[in-house]
């Protein structure tokens, strides 16, 4: 059998011209990515990104475009499923309410989930700033939109 992993990925872009970034650690992996994580069972694809961003974040948000859908095979770092990433601009609907740090991998000694949040310039950003492949596209994609913007 072969199991298939949804996953919804939000990319916040603040008034300054900065995105939000994820440092994560997980099962001794470091890893950095956008805010979101796993559908569950019965849930949407905006509903699992809403439920994720108040679970990391603690913040409610919008999503009014989607950017980019992984297009290609990626298998999962962490066991035997087929990645699918779906990803989505998102807009703050209620204030951004977790510690952002300006270190890479700042994490809160005292808690058990490893995570913490930092701000990267749009202008800096690199697809060499992620972790997966799946979010290396997803910053070419968005590189393209503004790109088309201008």
């Not at 989607?66 to 290609?72: Q, S, V, W």
């Not at 202008?123 to 088309?148: G, H």
């Amino acid at each position: 059998m072969f199991l298939f992993n949804v996953r919804a990925y939000g990319l916040l872009i603040n008034d300054k011209e900065q995105i939000l970034l994820s440092d994560e650690e997980h099962e001794g992996f470091y890893i950095t990515k956008f805010p979101g994580g796993g559908l569950e069972y019965g849930e949407g694809l905006i509903d699992c990104l809403k439920r994720e961003f108040l679970e990391e974040c603690n913040m409610e948000i919008d999503v009014p475009e989607h950017l980019y859908t992984t297009d290609f095979f990626e298998k999962s770092a962490f066991n035997e499923s087929q990645i699918i990433s779906v990803y989505y601009l998102v807009k703050p609907a209620s204030d951004l309410n977790v510690r952002i740090s300006d270190l890479p991998f700042d994490f809160n000694k005292n808690d058990k989930v490893r995570q913490a949040f930092r701000w990267k310039n749009l202008s800096e950003l690199d697809p060499y700033d992620v972790t997966f492949l799946t979010e290396k596209k997803a910053i070419e994609a968005l590189k393209r939109k503004l790109n088309k913007a201008v």
